[in-house]
């Protein structure tokens, strides 16, 4: 396939923005749109090509902007619709592109359309939601538990029925089985397109449609006590069912309406449920996330084994796409440690796939104590005791080593990092050593060579220690070698010739050296070796 070929969402590097904690601008503690449009120039400068969003749309924050009480708004804490348009208009005048977080699974309790559902039995939005008549003896229909703990059937007394919410009862899910509902939220996707936004990555795909006999999830044999509630039962009848790929198709119909916009799916599910995602004929999600590297032990053979069932998984044509960390998970250098980190950096932006970055990953920001008191996350809140918040990977970006890291003039709603005077952008922007420097580099290679953005994955060599594969395109081949432990380890396979140059590593200093036959790497370390003969290896 020619290099042109290639879309703009295959060849891009996403950025994960959680807007309560980027910039602040109005002095409330809470980050705002117009401190992301203070911070473009920051974004375009590391390479960034796509921004996505979480959340921005008034909400009662119950669940932080994932529960929506109106579709084609801005919450006035994170400003207004000009300011929204304001910052397509710059993000576009960048060449960069936005992608917004749909939330089409559920809405808030507070949205009109819920407020109407609820009002009684006959109302025309009843069926907007999923009503269900309490068992003979007053209880919930089936056993279905909430994501976020307990019961995911809440009884609503006024009109004696009970509604499904998959996460917290302030979060009822609408029914997607209603043409109407389909129609409602092709209608919010319309608006926003319209304003001209890029695409969409769509909050919990996989749960959109529920088995229509509504029949009781089984028990899961593995669970133990200190997994999240929800973990109790295996979810085969409330996710993933067949006829969620029908709804899929619609979103992808009317966003190619638009031209070469780009759908990516939030969907924890094993990789071979997760392709399925890509719909015949790749007509469904362009992206549905991979998780892998977020939910795999950070264990060589492992991941060496993931990454190749993955490419092996893919549906021809099917773009593959690799993530480190977003706001619901354990911060990579907090997961891996600040070493690691390094080289899952090195793995993130030379595989190949379209990479996603969540905030701060460039600076190596680690997950933040918040002390009981201060826990905001409604999954922390409701089951105390398992360290489920997601709070420590939500924290403020800090920008510079002035009071509240140059985020706010105010208490921040959610409190720095204590280390935010050494580890901070400013600090990093000068530093060539830095984590910062090093994803700089990364990516601008990534532009740079093709072979990196859109070239062939080949696997060569993985053991307990070590991950190595080529990418290659036309002329041009490199070499990844990866030390995922760290401990010295060595890199000799059996009838490999090496010989080239090393343009990246994780240690700034072997960069430029020239490696030939084989390698010693130390701990911690990772290359991306240039070689000079495209027949070797
Ligand atoms: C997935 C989102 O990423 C998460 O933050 C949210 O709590 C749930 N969906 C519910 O909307």
Known sequence: MAQEKFLWWQ??????????????????????????????????????????????????????????????????????????????????????????????????DEHPWFIESRSSRDNAKRNWYIWVDPREDGSAPNNWLSVFGGDAWQWDEHTRQYYYHAFLKEQPDLN????????????????????????????????????????????????????????????????????????????????????????????????????????????????????????????????????????????????????????????????????????????????????????GEEISMMDVPIEKEQIQDPQGLNMPGKNLSRDPARTPMPWDASDFGGFSNATPWLPLGRNYKRVNVQVQQNDPYSMLSFYRK??????????????????????????????EWEEEKFLVVLNLTHAVSYFDPPHVQINGTIVASTHNELEGMYVNGAIYLGGDEGILVKLNDISSL
């Open 176 to 359: 997607w089985r209603n043409p109407q509902v389909q129609q409602a939220m092709l209608n919010v996707m319309r608006f926003w397109l319209d304003k001209g936004v890029d695409g969409f990555r769509v909050d919990v795909m996989w749960h959109m449609i529920k088995d229509s006999q509504l029949r009781d999830n089984p028990p899961n044999p593995d669970y133990t006590e200190l997994q999240p509630d929800y973990n109790k039962l295996l979810p085969v009848y409330s996710t993933d069912q067949p006829e969620v790929h029908d709804i899929v198709r619609l979103m992808r119909n009317l966003v190619d309406s638009y031209g070469k916009k780009v759908i990516i799916g939030e969907i924890y599910l094993p990789i071979e449920k997760l392709v399925v995602y890509y719909g015949v004929n790749n007509l469904g999600a362009h992206l549905p996330f991979n998780f892998q590297l977020l939910t795999l032990p950070w264990q060589a053979t492992q991941i060496a084994t993931a990454i190749d069932l993955y490419e092996g998984a893919l549906p021809v044509n099917g773009w593959p796409n690799w993530v480190l960390g977003n706001h619901d998970q354990q911060r990579i250098a907090s997961r891996v440690g600040m070493h690691q980190a390094r080289v899952a950096a090195m793995l993130l932006l030379t595989l190949r796939g379209t990479p996603t970055i969540y905030y």
């Open 11 to 108: 060849q891009d590097v996403i950025y994960q923005i959680y807007p309560r904690s980027f910039q602040d601008t109005n002095g409330d503690g809470i980050g705002d749109l117009k401190g992301i449009i203070q911070k473009l120039d920051y974004l375009s400068w590391l390479g960034i090509d796509v921004i996505w969003l979480s959340p921005v749309y008034p909400s009662p924050m119950k669940d932080f902007g994932y529960d929506i009480s109106n579709y084609t708004d801005v919450h006035p804490v994170f400003g207004s619709m000009e300011d929204f348009e304001l910052l397509v208009a710059r993000i576009h005048a960048l060449g960069m592109k936005l992608i917004l977080d749909l939330v089409p699974n559920h809405t808030s």
């Open 442 to 471: 990364l990516i601008q290679i990534r532009k740079k060579e093709p072979a990196l953005r859109i070239g062939n994955y080949r696997p060569v060599h993985s053991d307990h220690q070590l991950i190595s594969y080529t990418r």
